[in-house]
């Protein structure tokens, strides 16, 4: 099971629901100055492809998609594993691209200085494929 979370621009807004209709967030930047910024925090990332790259820490690995664009719009994390250090690099990483963290299990924002892990619970306590019940 994996955890996702977007990386964006996102400056001005404290929540997602506060986007105006229509709205897309600006571009992180050029590919090449995105991967020298995650090489920056973590330099043990690998890039097979200018596409993707991943990281392998102690009992995770997160992969970093950026996907076929130029310049790149946002990178998608998917995490795997679990651990503390996984949330503050998550943290660091999106200070390094000035990017905004979109939590998919929260459906808005990590908030770093508050309770980043939120998003963290709903994902890991969520029922694994087979044990969802009707309810009775």
Do not use: C, N
Request: aromatic share 12%; no cysteine; proline share 11%.
């Amino acid at each position: 099971m994996s955890w996702i979370i977007y990386l964006m621009g996102a400056a001005g807004f404290d929540s997602v629901r506060d986007f105006p209709e229509g709205w897309s967030p600006p571009p992180l930047g050029p590919r090449e100055a995105v991967i020298r910024k995650l090489r920056e925090v973590l330099p043990s990332i690998f890039f097979p492809t200018p596409a993707e790259g991943s990281f392998h820490g102690d009992g995770f690995s997160i992969t970093f998609e950026l996907g076929p664009w130029e310049p790149t719009p946002r990178v998608k994390l998917i995490v795997h594993g679990t651990g503390d250090e996984v949330l503050d690099l998550i943290g660091k990483v999106a200070e390094a691209l000035d990017a905004r963290a979109l939590d998919t299990g929260l459906g808005d924002f990590m908030r770093f200085h508050k309770d980043p892990d939120s998003g963290r619970h709903v994902w890991r306590d969520a029922p694994q494929p087979g044990q969802w019940m009707a309810p009775a």
